[in-house]
């Protein structure tokens, strides 16, 4: 398992990577989803991050890493990350909205968060990994909260137990 992340450190994560991008298709269309597993003083469980108020708000408490590995396609890493990150967008609306170029937009918008994700985990020396996942089942585990949104994308973000050891 991945040592824990600092607070503050998954605080950065967030508000670096959702500041958004110049375009012509408004605010984001996605919004984040949080399996926390081991961030250091926030209780693991689910959350949504409200990016407009810059808040985590606890869907449910508890341990949830044998399902964040289920959600994985049963992979070890998700169940082993400090956090995953989940990008969930409504796709009726957006594809109201903007017609069929909606689901590309969304896929734009997920893989450019991804892309700040990464970057942002790698100058706070975190592992990340974006990771295949069973879409509906990924829907499923965050209703009520979640339902009808589709997954556009998953990163599983951790401090390994070797790089914890030697930074201190």
């Known amino acids: 398992m991945s040592a824990p992340i600092a607070f503050e450190a998954l605080s950065t994560l967030l508000q670096d990577s959702t500041g958004g991008v ?3 298709f408004g605010e984001s269309p996605n919004e984040l989803y949080l399996i926390v597993n081991a961030v250091a003083g926030l209780p693991a469980g ?3 991050f409200h990016r407009d108020r810059q808040i ?3 869907l449910r408490a508890g341990d949830f890493r044998r399902a964040a590995g289920f959600l994985g396609l049963g992979q070890a890493l998700p169940a082993d990350a400090g956090v995953n990150l989940y990008l969930l967008c409504d796709l009726e609306r957006v594809l109201d909205r903007l017609g069929n170029r909606g689901y590309r937009v969304a896929q734009l918008d997920a893989a450019l968060t991804g892309g700040k994700l990464y970057l942002a985990a790698y100058a706070l ?3 990340a990994t974006g990771l295949t996942f069973f879409d509906d089942d990924v ?3 965050f ?5 009808g949104k589709s997954v556009m994308f998953l990163m599983a973000i951790g401090r390994g137990q070797r790089a914890a050891s030697s930074a201190v």
Do not use: I
């Not at 209703?143 to 339902?147: F, K, L, R, S």
């Open 56 to 58: 985590l708000e606890q």
């Open 125 to 127: 020396r975190l592992g």
């Open 22 to 24: 110049a375009s012509d």
């Open 46 to 48: 689910t959350y949504v």
């Open 139 to 141: 829907t499923a585990f």
């Open 143 to 147: 209703e009520p909260h979640a339902a």
